[in-house]
């Protein structure tokens, strides 16, 4: 499948995919993150800390982008 990027990764649900894990935020103290070790007993580590809109990431470097936890919301 080739490595790619996934913005908004939870580790509830890792895909098992090669991707970069890409968040507005890069810390541990919010809601979110609260919640997902409540759920799961883990956090997903965050690579990037970037807006979806504005990536560092040069284009056409990745085969794909998932965002499946921040549609589901």
Do not use: R, W
């Not at 895909?15 to 809601?31: E, Q, S, T």
């Amino acid at each position: 499948m080739g490595k790619g990027l996934e913005i908004g990764g939870s580790a509830h649900n890792p895909f098992g995919l090669d991707a970069i894990n890409i968040n507005k935020i890069n810390y541990l103290d919010n809601y979110y993150t609260e919640e997902e070790l409540a759920y799961c007993g883990k956090v997903k580590k965050i690579d990037i800390a970037a807006d979806g809109d504005n990536l560092p990431i040069k284009s056409g470097s990745q085969d794909f982008v998932v965002n499946s936890h921040t549609l589901e919301h």
